[in-house]
T-cell receptor, first 115, second 109 residues
Framework: DVKVTQSSRYLVKRTGEKVFLECVQDMDHENMFWYRQDPGLGLRLIYFSYDVKMKEKGDIPEGYSVSREKKERFSLILESASTNQTSMYLC??????????????FGPGTRLLVL | RKEVEQDPGPFNVPEGATVAFNCTYS??????FFWYRQDCRKEPKLLMS???SGNEDGRFTAQLNRASQYISLLIRDSKLSDSATYLC??????????FGSGTRLLVRP
């Protein structure tokens, strides 16, 4: 079974703080993704990575950065948290991202509240 | 127009009922489609993949109509444990998943 883990299930931070969300997958997947999910908006892609040290912007990258120093780990960074970044953050991974038959496996999510 | 449109529901059905959800997508180049299930406050989990005209897995049947750009999910003999949100997810031509907002299903005793 694919296992994707996220460092925290719940986080409370203050406006302006730097926030790190960590994601680890244990299946040697090439691709990793960060999404946020808000009511009525579905999952929106923030950033993804198809290889170590590689990153690509998703649909809503503003206010976020990412780091992938090792294949199994993908970090999402909020440089200066703002209240509109309060959301559920979901990490996902997939084998290679080069097949139409390939799907993504999700971590349990991190609920972030920015006060 | 949204890339993926789903009726948010909720669909409230009794145990044993048959229920169907529809989903329309705007990108005619989409090759693959997925239905994910998401329980309250949990992560999405893959339910079914659809690559050709349809797929069946036990009580669940997915059908794809490329000409009309819609996908349906049929659940037969609903169980209480089927209560969840069902996400329609086409894959675009660059292998990215495009998530719908989901349809909520409530199965009552």
């Amino acid at each position: 079974d694919v296992k994707v883990t996220q460092s925290s299930r719940y986080l409370v931070k203050r406006t302006g703080e730097k926030v790190f969300l960590e994601c680890v997958q244990d299946m040697d997947h090439e691709n990793m993704f960060w999404y946020r999910q808000d009511p009525g908006l579905g999952l929106r892609l923030i950033y993804f990575s198809y290889d170590v040290k590689m990153k690509e912007k998703g649909d809503i990258p503003e206010g976020y950065s990412v780091s992938r120093e090792k294949k199994e780990r993908f970090s999402l960074i909020l440089e200066s948290a703002s209240t509109n970044q309060t959301s559920m953050y979901l990490c996902a991974s997939s084998v290679s991202g080069s097949s139409y038959q390939e799907t993504q496996y999700f971590g349990p999510g991190t609920r972030l509240l920015v006060l | 127009r949204k890339e993926v449109e789903q009726d948010p529901g909720p669909f409230n059905v009794p145990e044993g009922a048959t229920v169907a959800f529809n989903c329309t997508y705007s990108n005619s180049a989409s090759q693959s489609f997925f239905w994910y299930r998401q329980d309250c406050r949990k992560e999405p989990k893959l339910l079914m993949s659809v690559y050709s005209s349809g797929n069946e897995d036990g009580r669940f049947t997915a059908q794809l109509n490329r000409a009309s750009q819609y996908i349906s999910l049929l659940i037969r003999d609903s169980k209480l444990s089927d209560s969840a949100t069902y996400l329609c997810v086409p894959m675009d031509s660059s292998y990215k998943l495009i998530f719908g907002s989901g349809t909520r299903l409530l199965v009552r005793p």
